[in-house]
């Protein structure tokens, strides 16, 4: 921590996390941190976006409506990680990065979408994710049914 804040004195360090979660923040970007949002960590979240890499966020199912309740907006952790799905993916045909990027730009949209939904719903963005996850897997059975 010393080294950080002699290399970059603007840097607000904390504690630790239940330190993190308390201070003024625009967004929290919860990342190797599973189940960071529970009973406790929600009502004392400052940020209004969470936008994080870890896995499994959500302590429990239920979290999600108290962010949105709290007027929170949450990108749910996989599509957050979808990029790196997208990359493992695309390896196994043998890896080309314009390819890869190709699809990962579509990450942004995917994204606007779920809110969107979720707006349109009247559900968290964790369940208009889930929904539309859902339609695509049902698409692609019905497509693979058909091409068989």
Not at 40 to 52: F, Q, S
Not at 56 to 77: C, S, T, W
Not at 114 to 133: C, K, M, N, S, T
């Amino acid at each position: 921590m010393e080294q950080v804040r002699a290399r970059h004195p603007e840097v607000e360090v904390v504690a630790d996390s239940d330190a993190l979660i308390r201070t003024d923040l625009d967004v929290y970007a919860p990342c190797a941190l599973g189940g960071s949002l529970n009973d406790d960590t929600v009502p004392a979240l400052t940020a209004k976006i969470v936008c994080g890499a870890a896995n499994n966020q959500l302590a429990h199912p239920g979290i999600e409506k108290r962010l949105a309740d709290r007027g929170v907006l949450y990108a749910p952790d996989y599509v957050v990680n979808s990029g790196g799905v997208i990359q493992v993916a695309d390896e196994i045909r043998g890896f080309d990065f314009d390819r890869a990027k190709s699809r990962a730009s579509g990450i942004y949209e995917t994204t606007k979408r779920i809110f969107a939904l979720a707006a349109d719903e009247g559900v968290p963005p964790a369940a208009a994710a889930d929904r539309l996850a859902e339609r695509r897997m049902s698409e692609i059975g019905r497509l693979r049914g058909i091409l068989l």
